[in-house]
């Protein structure tokens, strides 16, 4: 897997690690040139943005897919975008797929420290795979 950073990324390994350990994930993979982005706006311009990973869920009885958009921010990222891409995917992206009915359910959850990244994505991932039509994946916002 292509890590970020000179050396390779820590927190980035470390989420790999969990996935590939994680019996409800089918699949996952570093979102490094696949050309998945979202649009957003942040103090008026509008940008697009690159989620680290995306996670196919195991399919379920009702064969519809599920795609966990997971995001590590660390503290060497500024607050104000960082925090326009997650609203805007978790409260405006993810809302409007699912609403579309036609690929499948999405979920958002932002890893912002190794220590809660086991809990947050177990959570995420249990959120996700219980979710049903077109209401919103909940326990997935910021802790």
């Given at each position: 897997?292509?890590?970020?950073?000179?050396?390779?990324?820590?927190?980035?390994?470390?989420?790999?690690?969990?996935?590939?350990?994680?019996?409800?994930?089918?699949a996952?993979?570093?979102?490094?040139?696949?050309?998945?982005?979202?649009?957003?706006?942040?103090?008026?311009?509008?940008?697009?943005?690159?989620?680290?990973?995306?996670?196919?869920?195991?399919?379920?009885?009702?064969?519809?897919?599920?795609?966990?958009?997971?995001?590590?921010?660390?503290?060497?990222?500024?607050?104000?975008?960082?925090?326009?891409?997650?609203?805007?995917?978790?409260?405006?992206?993810?809302?409007?797929?699912?609403?579309?009915?036609?690929?499948?359910?999405?979920?958002?959850?932002?890893?912002?420290?190794?220590?809660?990244?086991?809990?947050?994505?177990?959570?995420?991932i249990?959120?996700?795979?219980?979710s049903?039509?077109?209401?919103?994946?909940?326990?997935?916002?910021?802790?």
């Amino acid at each position: 897997m292509v890590l970020d950073g000179k050396k390779g990324n820590t927190w980035e390994e470390l989420l790999a690690t969990l996935l590939e350990a994680d019996d409800d994930v089918a699949a996952y993979v570093k979102n490094d040139h696949l050309g998945f982005s979202i649009p957003y706006v942040h103090e008026g311009q509008t940008h697009q943005y690159i989620p680290d990973f995306l996670c196919r869920l195991q399919e379920q009885s009702d064969g519809v897919n599920r795609t966990l958009i997971v995001e590590v921010s660390g503290g060497l990222k500024s607050p104000g975008p960082t925090e326009a891409k997650a609203d805007t995917a978790r409260h405006q992206w993810c809302p409007a797929v699912n609403n579309h009915q036609g690929w499948g359910r999405w979920a958002y959850v932002e890893v912002k420290s190794k220590h809660e990244a086991m809990p947050r994505l177990k959570e995420a991932i249990a959120a996700l795979a219980r979710s049903t039509g077109t209401a919103p994946v909940t326990a997935m916002g910021p802790h």
